[in-house]
């Protein structure tokens, strides 16, 4: 196999769950200072905030699949630099939507959490953030079938 086809593949997925980890590590810290908060106001705390914590862990994901589709590139002549330069750039793309949907999820779990309400509208605000990694892969994929 070609090492530059892997080494697309890996920085594809290395970058997106690089992006995962900032988010969900935003999101998390937001929601432990979110409980404490409940905690100390004899209020309950709200168990939904996981859902909000565990949004940007799903662009992990999308970088697996890319990361899936381009060793399958093996048999195609010429392919590893594209693959780099796709895995470099796709990764980049989606880690970058994990980290801000986990700054995005970290506000709503602060909110969520003193209010009560408007949770559906922060996951509306999250769906959104989250598209952008969609596409970003969706995009990859369509590229990645014109290599070779």
Request: hydrophobic share 55%; net charge positive; aromatic share 8%.
């Amino acid at each position: 196999m070609d090492p530059m086809i892997v080494a697309g593949a890996i920085a594809c997925l290395g970058l997106s769950a690089a992006g995962s980890a900032f988010g969900t590590g935003f999101a998390a810290s937001s929601a432990v200072g979110a409980w404490k908060k409940c905690y100390a106001a004899n209020k309950p705390a709200p168990f939904i905030l996981l859902g909000l914590v565990g949004a940007p862990i799903t662009q992990t994901l999308y970088g697996m699949i890319l990361m899936f589709i381009m060793l399958g590139k093996d048999k195609a002549a010429g392919a590893g630099l594209a693959c780099v330069l796709l895995g470099i750039f796709a990764g980049l793309g989606i880690g970058l939507s994990a980290l801000f949907q986990g700054r995005a999820a970290a506000a709503a779990c602060d909110a969520q959490a003193e209010t009560g309400q408007g949770l559906t509208n922060y996951f509306g605000a999250l769906g959104i953030v989250e598209t952008v990694a969609i596409f970003t892969m969706v995009f990859t994929i369509i590229a990645l079938g014109k290599v070779g």
